[in-house]
């Protein structure tokens, strides 16, 4: 069963950055995350935290184009 949002129902998360206020809940095994379409901010459990992490979208730098030069 995929995790949702609990506000907007979407299943796409992003790690939300630690906040010093956020310690009590990272030693009780939860993290923050937040939704990329609505932008809340809630809690889960660590472990899925780190599947949320994994599935992480990464901007793409230059790519070399055919000719072995590079693209912008």
């Given at each position: 069963?995929?995790?949702?949002c ?67």
């Amino acid at each position: 069963m995929a995790f949702r949002c609990r506000i907007c129902g979407r299943a796409d998360f992003r790690l939300s950055r630690l906040r010093s206020r956020d310690l009590g809940r990272v030693l009780a095994f939860q993290y923050p995350v937040r939704c990329r379409t609505c932008r809340e901010r809630f809690y889960v459990f660590a472990l899925r935290a780190l599947t949320i992490g994994r599935g992480a979208r990464h901007p793409q730098g230059p790519q070399p184009v055919e000719n072995g030069s590079w693209e912008d």
